[in-house]
């Protein structure tokens, strides 16, 4: 376990992984701000984050830069800023904090999911679905910042489409699963095959 951790910690230098990491120093900074009461602030902060986000893929894949702490840690730093934000925006009172449940226990349920597949030495990263739902919760918390015109205007579309995000994240998972099963079979037939141990024994 540890030689896989010491593997993943390997060779992260560089611009995609760098973004990665400035994502996850711009959570406590959008906290602060947002608690300070600045929200345009905080919406900048935000949307900073969602750009680093967008160039660090675009980069890590025309670079040929793509390593498994970027596979790891790249949706990591998106679900972090994502549920700090609808946290921020549950205590003002925003969103529904039905909708954040169901949000936290699904990303409690993949990252012990993640954590267990990287004791088996496998790394899975974000499906298609995770990648719109990310998407349209980055949608929903921009409009959530205008939550009063849109409320006025009679169209609360931050939480419609909070709830489409909901929806497209359970799909995700869901798939995360399916995905994390085959690749344990898959590895489980190979070790019968060379008459090795199981992955993770």
Not at 127 to 133: E, P, Q, R
Not at 142 to 167: C, K, N, T
Request: glycine share 8%; net charge positive; aromatic share 12%.
């Amino acid at each position: 376990m540890k030689d896989r951790i010491r593997k993943l910690f390997t060779g992260i230098w560089n611009i995609p992984n760098v973004l990665t990491i400035i994502r996850l120093i711009l959570v406590p900074v959008f906290v602060a701000v947002f608690r300070a009461g600045h929200p345009r602030i905080a919406l900048g902060v935000f949307c900073l984050a969602s750009l680093t986000d967008m160039a660090d893929g675009i980069l890590a894949r025309k670079l040929n830069q793509i390593t498994d702490f970027g596979k790891l840690f790249d949706p990591l730093a998106d679900k972090l800023m994502v549920l700090t934000a609808l946290f921020c925006q549950g205590t003002a009172g925003v969103f529904p904090w039905e909708a954040i449940g169901i949000v936290l226990f699904k990303e409690l349920f993949m990252m012990v999911g993640s954590v267990y597949m990287l004791g088996k030495g496998v790394v899975v990263s974000a499906n298609y679905f995770g990648k719109v739902a990310t998407v349209c919760f980055i949608i929903s918390l921009i409009l959530s910042f205008f939550h009063r015109e849109l409320a006025e205007w009679g169209r609360p579309l931050d939480q419609y489409m909070l709830w489409i995000s909901v929806g497209l994240s359970i799909q995700a998972m869901l798939a995360y699963v399916a995905q994390s099963w085959k690749k344990i079979r898959s590895m489980k037939d190979e070790s019968r095959k060379t008459g090795q141990a199981d992955p993770g024994d």
